[in-house]
């Protein structure tokens, strides 16, 4: 599943639209799979890895609030049936994602 952190939404505020990806799209890992916009910006959610769009979630795109109540349950954006498992090494693990905030942030 792909969405976004709680950092980014608490970054974000309130959510008003999110654009989801055709089920069945090919994405690229790096590429802009959606569009998450707020009261305060619009952001590209960009693919984590490269695969197919299996499932969208249209609960979120008719109540984009969910992104802000629930990031990691009801707020996923969209699921990608990974292409390869080589990208993964290129993905943040928690820790390191956390450092990284913590570094941007001082």
Known sequence: ???ITAHAQEEL???????LPTVGK???QGDPAAVV????????????V????????????????LVNQDCYGQGWLFAIAPSS???FSRLLSPEEYARQ?????H
């Open 26 to 28: 090919a994405i690229k």
């Open 1 to 3: 599943m792909v969405g």
């Open 101 to 105: 905030i913590q570094a941007s942030t």
């Open 50 to 65: 490269s695969g197919t769009v299996p499932r969208v979630n249209e609960a979120v795109a008719k109540s984009p609030q």
């Open 13 to 19: 505020r309130d959510v008003v639209f999110v654009e």
């Open 85 to 87: 498992s080589e990208e």
């Open 37 to 48: 916009e707020s009261v305060k910006a619009a952001f590209d959610i960009y693919a984590p």
